[in-house]
């Protein structure tokens, strides 16, 4: 099959979160399966130029209401036959933010970027020749396609008549609303404003439209399949989703067992495996030491990466006079260390509570190389999201043999198997109810756990580092689903 993937991340070239590691992995696993795989994406201001290689100058892009020139690069995706082509356009693309800055958050002109990567995308396929059979978009930022994509069956002589389009929702709460006069920068006939679905109370709003469009919508867990089905998850849009819910199908991410493997991860400072534990405790000592705190092998390391965002229970944790961070610094024998960056008051709190507390210590910024050393480091990882469509980090932490303790909620319920203090049995902590009390007595049980029933301890690091996550087992899920869209 011919697979074109449409999105805004692409790991390792440009990443905010889960969306880019989970674009680059599942597109790895079709092309090993045989398929024959491209990404496209925006060539943002941080890809330099000199890293990739020209395919095509000047390609000719009709965005509706005018032509513009557009330079294509590409670049292989590292152990893979997967080709990403990059979009450059400066004035769309050359900045700094993917989706805005720290002034502009949503840049205002995002309609027109967004709506610019799906033309150029249909623009690189007629300039080479090559036609997907399948058109996959993620997130809002690529639900043009498939808008475009049924343009182009009205259209006689399409080359696209016998494209199908697929749309992977990663995450409901982010849905591309704009007001509408910013319709006429899509470049689309007015009428496709409600025809299309983009009309929400007034509105544009672009996931609605890439819902209406696509011809299969998948999310990331099948847990958070039905949650978006509700009126709690679906953000307005579970309305829709249930009119779809024949088209519409949860498949569990993976891990990339090549990229995320603590035997092979050249981030660390020492490697391990469940044989072989001994590694462990260097990157425990070099996270204790990294992050200024007491190297002490007796005491519990609670870990968490997060974007700092309300989805993550943030609020749970760090509010002033609501979290729960103080009462676990100061109540539970236990270090904590947190790495995250995304809104400013969470930002300011965690190095307000990190200068006052001795054992908590935070990164506040993007730090691959942390994030991996707290995901090795720590003995325990938070995850006590409000919503969680699939969640890797807590994949991550249990193949890291650090034992995540969670929310019950998509994803994470989907992967993390509750500990069993009878048997030993479990991969991780759970919770139901999100409050910084159910947080807290959660992690104290945790801190139990390892103080006083270690070999318990030990045994679930043992079973989550022997567990699965494969993409294979997922790319064979997409291609049935591929296959029930028509190709
Ligand atoms: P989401 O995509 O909702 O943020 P996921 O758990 O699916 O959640 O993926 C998060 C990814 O982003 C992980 O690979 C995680 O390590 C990474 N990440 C998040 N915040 C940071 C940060 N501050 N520094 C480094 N990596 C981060
Ligand atoms: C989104 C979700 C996260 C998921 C990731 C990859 O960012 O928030 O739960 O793991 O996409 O699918």
């Given amino acids: 099959m011919k697979i074109l993937m449409i999105s805004a991340e692409v790991f390792p070239f440009a990443k905010t979160g889960g969306l880019a590691d989970a674009v680059a992995a599942l597109a790895k696993a079709l092309s090993e399966k045989g398929n024959d795989v491209k990404i496209v994406m925006p060539r943002y201001y941080k890809i330099d130029r000199k890293t990739v290689s020209l395919l095509k100058k000047g390609v000719c892009v009709c965005t509706g209401q ?32 993917l989706y805005g800055n720290s002034f502009e958050p949503d840049y205002h002109d ?7 990567l799906a033309r150029a995308a249909f623009s690189l396929c007629t300039e080479t020749g090559w036609i997907p059979d399948i058109m996959h978009s993620h997130d809002w930022s690529s639900c043009m396609v498939p808008v475009l994509l049924k343009q182009c069956m009205r ?17 409901m709460g ?5 007001p509408s006069g910013a319709f006429s920068l899509l470049g689309l006939p007015q009428e496709q404003f409600r025809a299309a679905g983009f009309e929400q109370y007034g509105c544009i709003n672009f996931l609605k439209a890439g819902i ?44 990339d067992s090549a990229d995320w ?58 509010a002033p006079m609501y979290g729960c961070m103080y009462r676990m610094c100061t109540e539970l024998r236990a270090q904590f260390v947190v790495v995250g960056s995304g809104e400013r008051w969470c930002e300011d709190e965690i190095k307000v509570l990190a200068g006052k507390l001795p054992n908590l210590r935070a990164f506040v910024g993007y730090s691959e190389e942390k994030s991996r050393l707290v995901e090795s480091g720590c003995d325990f990882f938070l995850m006590p999201s409000k919503y969680e469509p699939c969640g890797l980090n807590q994949i991550y932490s249990m193949l890291y043999g650090t034992l995540p303790i969670v929310r019950r909620t998509g994803g994470l319920a989907d992967t993390v198997e509750q500990y069993d203090e009878q048997t030993g049995c479990g991969t991780g902590f759970t919770f139901g109810d999100l409050t910084p009390d159910t947080i807290f007595y959660t992690v104290q049980y945790a801190v139990d756990t390892f103080y006083r029933r270690r070999e318990h301890y030990e045994k ?25 869209a028509g190709v």
């Fill in 212 to 255: 209406t469009c696509s011809d299969i919508l998948t999310t990331v867990s099948p847990t958070y399949a039905d949650e978006v089905k509700t009126q709690a998850g679906g953000f307005g849009l579970d309305g829709l989703i249930r009119v779809r819910a024949d088209s519409f199908f949860g498949i569990l991410n993976g891990a």
């Fill in 460 to 484: 679930m690091q043992q079973q989550g580092m022997k567990k699965t996550f494969s993409w294979n087992d997922a790319a064979e899920k997409y291609l049935e689903v591929y296959k029930k």
């Fill in 66 to 97: 005018q032509e513009v020139a557009v330079d294509f690069y590409c670049a292989r995706l590292e152990k893979s036959a997967v080709e990403v082509y990059f979009v450059d356009y400066e004035k769309c693309f050359g900045r700094e933010g």
């Fill in 155 to 171: 259209t006689e002589n399409s080359p696209f008549k016998n494209t199908k389009s697929v749309l992977t929702i990663h995450n």
């Fill in 261 to 318: 493997n603590p035997a092979s991860d050249s981030f660390l400072p020492a490697n391990y495996s469940a044989e072989n534990m001994a590694g462990k405790k260097i990157c425990r000592r070099k996270l204790q030491q990294e992050f200024g705190l007491p190297a002490d092998d007796e005491v519990p390391v609670i870990g968490m990466v997060s974007r700092l965002a309300e989805q993550k229970g943030i609020a749970e944790v760090f």
């Fill in 174 to 178: 982010y849905q591309g609303r704009y």
């Fill in 110 to 116: 995002n309609p027109f970027r967004f709506s610019l």
